[in-house]
């Protein structure tokens, strides 16, 4: 009990400077973009200490990722790498702009760089023919796919994240059994398929050695999606439908056919930078290079960090493509394992996820 | 009870009484006094600061300027303990108590009669015996409190802050859950607390209920007092223009002209939960012609809900058909049923009329997004948008339809519930369906804007419109509908014809053919042998 005798307290006219200060430090940490960016310095922290406790020097070993991403003798496969992570985001960012996600980019990516492989490959037809057909076969494949999630999730009730995710390594094992014993180089120490013939080759841009048309490709699917996220009717419903899914019901989008697309969409677009990644060099299906890289999951991150919004996709990409070719560079020149990259991203992610949860909370007390 | 003040000082005073978040001022220099033995109202509209100004009494928020004084002595609150330390009690409008608990160990919650350390459930049921016998709440305090109505649930809420020897007690919107019949009962409670010389204080923007209940109002505008009256000589359109700042016309249906051809039936219409074992509607047949209101009535609850949502189309209909301007719909998808001509007001406005995280222009446009003017239905422009007819026509119904707003880019949740209702509601009625469902339009609206929307519905009604209205507010239902249907536990138990419409015969009704009050079990005082702990 405080009844006291105490005057009441001051005036609201004039709120004391400490007020006002406090005030605006809240307002300034509801920022939309804090969570991101404390995301990604939490990790940055985390990984110091990770180093630090391996007995390096934290600030060595980042200086050498950052030169080893961008040193200009590099940039041509710094770009390339972008180019495939950009890709692998726009496969998880479309199915999460209506709020569902897609974690089986790796089985995706897998079959699109087979069916590049068996139509640039085997197919007699001449370059001009046959690079846009292997490309077109890979989103065909692969988006055939990604759709399978969709009828599971709308006629069974399998969630689209947990049928993507045991899928997706079904297809990488066929794959790995068709590189290994169907069509694989006989003769070849490694799993790989013969090397495609020159003219089914990915066209080059000038004399870059990793960056090719293939990246052209890419950026042209991030233009598209942006269009289509801000101004076409699907964009529309796939961004109601993940502000609000019942809202969308109720205003009569056709929620099962949406995320059909979608996962077509994603599907195709991982099949699409499967097929890119084997027309370019060292123009061959070599089984598990096309996962090992993680451009999978640095995709996933890029778009969970940029919140599935395509027109932040590039940007949040180049964070997650200098942790990775740079991870290589500090590997070689600092003496810190690449795993340590991994860990980075694997921390944003976990933030970002905390994000989701602890927001859910919050509107689930306030509406209680 | 508005004469024996004599020489102690009131029971509350509150003196300038200033709060502002942000730059939005909640509270300006508020002066309030409870006297000792009267029922107090204060009223106002949404956004008026009544709740603020109860949450700093009820020592949830702190006064930013002003001072509280029970009983003459200044107290600074620092949370509700100390408050209810004081001898204040709150019903809040939403109920706090454990369902799986029952009445009596609710009721003593916090304040526990022990027995060698254990809760003593003997003594804490004589207690509530006691206390139901003062006030004359009845109530039986072996009953699972997740069996009771929302009424008896009250009761428990009021129990419970006069077990905490509570002297003054706030109920916050004490009627919006309630039937007529548990309205009178609540106010005959009131009453009777107050001749026993507890002060009472009532929230509400009812007009009716502060003249039935009430010594004394206070009327808060924007923040501040904007009138003070003692109840035996308000009449309610000075209520009204306290409350407003200007005179509100009663808007009526006039009841004339025939309706035309059926434009929504309802046939036999069932929706059962088979994984719950839940019938939420059972065999519901009703129709709506053009240009007729059809009023549905009930507390909520009783299956009105999933009667328009199996007539929208979001959830399916286990039996029983549904047709639209003549076309059996029942399996059809929602979009076929809006193409057709259907508009719907849902009354979820956050989980279903609204994305609150998208802007006012994003939330009037869906089902608007593939016809002109923002979208085309053919040629090489189909499937996609005209942003810029997306926003000139969002700022032309946010003219129209009066929504205050910084813009159409603000995002809707930051609007107050009353303007993004209006959002909804302009996005549905610009549809120009033939059939309009209206589920609880004016919830949560200030009285200037329910006058308006009620003025759109009859033009509505006028230019052919089939509208079904379900309201749980009768007064919103006498003033609108030709026809009224009454439903309790998914059936519909009664039609009244406009004229022969009365609260009376609607409450009654309401309350269920067999004089229940709960919808879902038997109310415990009728059962005296009811479930024991």
Not at chain 2, 78 to 107: C, K, W, Y
Not at chain 2, 408 to 433: C, D, F, M, T
Not at chain 2, 526 to 532: F, H, K, M, T
């Amino acid at each position: 009990m405080s009844t006291t005798e105490r005057p009441p307290v001051p005036s609201a006219d004039a709120p004391p400077a400490r007020h006002r200060a406090a005030r605006l430090l809240g307002a300034a940490l509801r920022h939309p973009a804090v969570v991101p960016i404390g995301a990604v310095v939490l990790a940055l922290l985390i990984g110091a200490v990770i180093i630090l406790a391996a007995g390096l020097n934290p600030i060595t070993a980042y200086a050498a990722v950052i030169d080893g991403a961008l040193n200009p003798d590099s940039l041509d496969y710094t770009f390339s790498v972008w180019g495939f992570i950009c890709g692998m985001a726009l496969a998880a960012a479309i199915p999460l702009r209506m709020g569902e996600f897609n974690l089986g980019g790796n089985g995706q990516l897998v079959l699109g760089g087979l069916t590049a492989a068996v139509i640039a490959g085997y197919a007699p037809l001449p370059g001009p023919i046959v690079i846009p057909l292997a490309v077109l076969g890979a989103a065909v494949v692969s988006g055939a796919f990604g759709a399978l999630s969709a009828p599971l999730a709308t006629r069974f009730g399998i969630p689209i994240i947990i049928s993507t995710l045991l899928l997706s390594p079904v297809a990488v094992a066929v794959g790995s059994y068709l590189v290994r014993f169907q069509i694989g180089e006989s003769g070849s120490a490694v799993a790989q398929t013969p090397r495609l013939p020159e003219g089914a080759r990915m066209w080059a841009l000038g004399d870059l050695s990793y960056s090719n048309v293939g990246l052209l490709i890419i950026i042209a699917m991030m233009v598209v999606f942006w269009l289509v996220d801000t101004r076409s009717a699907v964009g529309y419903e796939l961004r109601v439908v993940g502000a609000n899914r019942r809202f969308g019901a109720y205003g009569g989008v056709r929620v099962g056919r949406l995320a059909l697309g979608a996962m077509v969409a994603a599907g195709a677009a991982a099949g699409i930078v499967g097929a890119i990644i084997v027309m370019s060099s060292p123009y061959r299906l070599i089984d598990g290079a096309l996962i090992s890289p993680g451009y999978t999951f640095a995709g996933l991150a890029a778009a969970l960090l940029a919140g599935g919004r395509p027109a932040l996709i590039p940007v949040t990409a180049i964070l997650f493509t200098v942790l990775q070719v740079g991870g290589a560079a500090m590997e070689r020149s600092a003496d810190v394992p690449r795993q340590l990259s991994d860990v980075l991203q694997g921390v944003v992610i976990v933030v970002l996820a905390l994000r989701t949860v602890l927001d859910q909370r919050r509107s689930e007390r306030s509406s209680a | 009870m508005t004469s024996e003040t004599g020489t102690a000082a009131p029971a509350v005073e509150l003196i300038g009484i200033g709060k502002r978040f942000g730059a939005v001022v909640a509270n300006d220099g508020v002066d309030l006094v409870l006297r000792r033995g009267s029922v107090h109202a204060v009223m106002g509209e949404n956004g008026a600061g009544k709740s603020t100004l109860m949450s700093m009494l009820f020592g949830l928020l702190e006064p930013d300027a002003g001072e509280i004084r029970v009983d003459g002595k200044t107290v600074r609150f620092t949370g509700p303990l100390d408050a209810i330390a004081a001898g204040l009690g709150m019903v809040h409008q939403h109920f706090r108590l454990f369902d799986s608990m029952t009445v009596a160990e609710n009721v003593v919650y916090g304040a526990e009669p022990r027995r060698r350390g254990r809760l003593d459930r003997a003594a804490a049921a004589a207690r509530v015996r006691e206390l139901s016998d003062r006030y004359g709440l009845e109530t039986s305090p072996d009953a699972v409190v997740g069996t009771l109505s929302a009424g008896a649930r009250q009761r428990v809420e009021i129990l419970k802050a006069l077990h905490r020897e509570a002297r003054i007690l706030i109920l916050d919107e004490p009627t919006a859950v309630l039937t007529p019949s548990e309205v009178d009962s609540l106010f005959a409670v009131i009453r009777r607390a107050a001749d026993d010389g507890s002060t009472v204080v009532i929230v509400t923007h009812k007009i009716h209920e502060v003249l039935a209940v009430s010594d004394e109002v206070t009327v808060l505008r924007d923040g501040r007092v904007t009138g003070r009256f003692a109840t035996a000589s308000a009449t309610g359109e000075q209520l009204v223009h306290a409350m407003t700042g200007r005179e509100i016309e009663v808007v009526q249906n006039p009841r004339s002209g025939t309706p035309g051809e059926v434009a929504l039936s309802v046939e036999d219409l069932s929706v059962t939960d088979a994984g719950a074992g839940v019938t939420h509607i059972d065999a519901v047949s009703l129709t709506v012609r053009r240009g007729e209101i059809v009023g549905v009535a009930g507390v909520s609850g009783n299956g009105q809900h999933e009667l328009v949502a199996a007539v929208l189309g979001t959830i399916p209909a286990t039996a029983g058909t549904v047709r639209l301007l003549g076309e059996d719909v029942t399996v059809r998808p929602v979009r076929e049923r809006r193409a057709l001509g259907l508009a719907v007001i849902p009354e979820d406005r956050r989980g279903e009329g609204s994305a609150v995280t998208m802007s006012v222009a994003e939330n009037v446009t869906l089902g608007h997004h593939r016809s002109a003017p923002i979208g085309a239905t053919r040629g090489i422009r189909r499937g996609w948008m005209s942003l810029r007819a997306e926003r000139s026509r969002a700022r032309d119904l946010i003219r129209d339809y009066d929504v205050r707003t910084s813009g159409e880019q603000q995002p809707i949740g930051s609007l107050s519930g009353g303007n993004a209702q209006k959002v909804v509601i302009a996005r549905e009625l610009s549809h120009e369906a033939p059939v309009l469902i209206a589920e609880q339009p004016t919830q949560g609206v200030d009285v200037g804007a329910i006058e308006s929307i009620h003025g759109r519905l009859l033009e509505y009604r006028a230019g052919g419109g089939a509208i079904l209205l379900v309201s749980h507010e009768i007064s919103e239902l006498l003033a609108l509908a030709d026809r009224v249907l009454v439903m309790y536990a998914g059936r519909i138990v009664a039609e009244l014809a406009g004229a022969e419409a009365t609260t009376a015969r609607i409450g009654a009704a309401m309350a269920g053919a067999a004089a229940h009050d709960a919808p879902a079990a038997p109310d415990p005082v009728l059962d005296p042998e009811g479930p024991r702990a």
